[in-house]
């Protein structure tokens, strides 16, 4: 038996696929990860009913999950805007880093009234991480320098810089413990009512919002898709590819910063180092998973904080090592990667029974 594989290239992509690709992709995922849930002696269905039938069916998992959500999708977005454009963005937690420590900054040491300090805080934030983002942005614009090289260089910058303050100039409050002042109690998001989460989740929404009103309905949205689906035909059209990648970095940039002035007003009242469990790098899944568009960055995001907040149930519960939930996002890359690969190549699988040469064939008997 002879197998052959055939790869052809689509013309038209089922429209199945297309919108099925991030449910297949999750459930992948899921599936490869129940191999090393039964490796860990766990029964995947009871763990993965705790991790998601528990945590969304209980009103303290509801609000952890929101509250996670929050950096999550802002630093999905600020992935996700460079992606339409065509070009990556990995840096998404320097970015957070840089606008958590202008952020913390002002919430300690300007004294104004909350419907003042807290705009203010989160204005601060989002240019503080708008112009680290902008660095390799006007590189790519200006000199075509490789964004994953400089973005990514650009974190472990962001990072240090914030450690070294909270060891130094900005250190506070703490003793010889790492860290920064608190922030001042106007400085601080107010809790909704209802739904006991704090008022950055509104903010989420919204950046999700003008988003997904800035890609669909503006001129600039449009040009940002045209350039990341053929950057030769825009500069052909009259579009400056350039002021594109600019904006696009700048814009992902400032959601990130203000993802990280809202883990610090929300959550943790003060900048300490290492504060954030790599909600940047936890981004480019999320943008990848809903790389079609704003609401379904969203929908990624309330998934990985999902996993967050299930997964540390699981530790718990279960004592399954706390490194599972980044398997599962590896294996989400992995799946989704796969999927790109169906939806641009469709594969012929064929078994062909292998034919014995007749006389007077070459091979055959003389």
Same mark, same amino acid.
């Given at each position: 038996?002879?197998?052959?594989?055939e790869?052809?290239?689509?013309?038209?992509?089922?429209?199945? $696929?297309?919108? !099925?690709?991030?449910? /297949?992709?999750?459930?992948g995922? %899921?599936? $490869?990860? =129940?191999?090393?849930?039964?490796?860990?002696?766990?029964?995947?269905?009871?763990?993965?009913?705790?991790?998601f039938?528990?945590?969304l069916?209980?009103?303290?998992?509801?609000?952890?999950?929101?509250?996670?959500?929050?950096?999550?999708?802002?630093?999905?977005?600020a992935?996700?805007?460079?992606?339409? &454009?065509g070009?990556w963005?990995?840096?998404a937690?320097?970015?957070?880093?840089?606008? =958590?420590?202008?952020? #913390?900054?002002?919430?300690? *040491?300007?004294?104004?009234?909350?419907?003042? $300090?807290?705009?203010?805080?989160?204005?601060?934030?989002?240019?503080a991480?708008?112009?680290?983002?902008?660095?390799?942005?006007?590189?790519?614009?200006k000199?075509?320098? *490789?964004e994953?090289?400089?973005?990514? $260089?650009?974190?472990?910058?962001?990072?240090?810089i914030?450690?070294?303050l909270?060891? !130094?100039?900005?250190?506070?409050?703490?003793?010889?413990i790492?860290?920064?002042?608190?922030?001042?109690?106007?400085?601080?998001?107010?809790?909704?009512p209802?739904?006991?989460?704090?008022?950055? /989740?509104?903010?989420?929404?919204?950046?999700?919002?003008? #988003?997904?009103?800035?890609?669909?309905?503006?001129?600039?949205?449009f040009?940002?898709?045209?350039?990341?689906? *053929?950057?030769?035909?825009?500069?052909?059209?009259?579009m400056?590819? &350039?002021?594109?990648?600019?904006?696009?970095?700048?814009?992902?940039? &400032?959601? =990130?910063?203000?993802?990280?002035?809202?883990?610090?007003?929300g959550?943790?009242?003060?900048?300490?180092?290492?504060?954030?469990?790599?909600?940047?790098?936890?981004?480019?899944?999320?943008?990848?998973?809903?790389? *079609?568009?704003?609401?379904?960055?969203?929908?990624?995001?309330?998934?990985?904080?999902?996993?967050?907040?299930?997964g540390?149930r699981?530790?718990?519960?279960? !004592?399954?090592?706390?490194?599972?939930?980044?398997?599962i996002?590896?294996?989400?890359?992995?799946?989704l990667?796969? &999927?790109?690969?169906f939806?641009?190549?469709?594969v012929?699988?064929? %078994?062909?029974?292998?034919?014995?040469?007749?006389?007077?064939?070459?091979?055959?008997?003389?």
């Open positions: 038996m002879n197998l052959s594989v790869l052809e290239a689509r013309e038209d992509v089922p429209a199945w $696929l297309v919108y !099925g690709t991030p449910v /297949f992709t999750v459930v995922a %899921l599936a $490869l990860s =129940a191999v090393a849930l039964v490796a860990l002696s766990v029964n995947p269905v009871a763990a993965y009913g705790t991790m039938v528990e945590t069916t209980n009103p303290f998992g509801l609000r952890q999950t929101a509250t996670r959500t929050v950096p999550l999708v802002l630093t999905g977005l992935v996700y805007l460079p992606l339409r &454009a070009l963005n990995v840096g937690e320097g970015q957070l880093y840089m606008g =958590a420590v202008v952020g #913390t900054w002002i919430g300690v *040491n300007v004294s104004l009234p909350m419907v003042a $300090l807290v705009p203010l805080a989160i204005l601060g934030a989002g240019v991480g708008g112009i680290w983002a902008g660095i390799p942005g006007y590189l790519r614009a000199w075509d320098v *490789n994953i090289i400089t973005t990514l $260089l650009l974190t472990f910058v962001a990072v240090q914030a450690s070294y909270v060891r !130094g100039p900005m250190q506070g409050g703490l003793g010889n790492p860290g920064s002042a608190e922030l001042l109690d106007a400085a601080k998001y107010p809790t909704i209802v739904l006991e989460v704090h008022a950055g /989740f509104l903010v989420g929404l919204l950046a999700v919002a003008v #988003t997904a009103v800035l890609v669909a309905r503006t001129r600039m949205g040009e940002v898709t045209f350039v990341g689906s *053929n950057p030769l035909a825009a500069a052909q059209a009259g400056s590819t &350039a002021r594109v990648y600019l904006f696009v970095f700048l814009v992902g940039g &400032a959601f =990130a910063g203000i993802g990280g002035f809202s883990e610090i007003s959550v943790q009242g003060r900048l300490r180092p290492a504060f954030s469990p790599d909600y940047g790098f936890t981004a480019i899944p999320i943008a990848l998973l809903g790389r *079609n568009g704003a609401v379904r960055v969203l929908i990624a995001a309330v998934f990985f904080a999902v996993l967050f907040v299930g540390s699981l530790e718990v519960s279960y !004592g399954v090592p706390a490194a599972l939930v980044d398997v996002q590896a294996l989400v890359i992995l799946c990667i796969t &999927a790109e690969f939806k641009r190549y469709s012929d699988v064929q %078994l062909a029974e292998e034919r014995t040469p007749t006389d007077g064939e070459p091979g055959g008997a003389a």
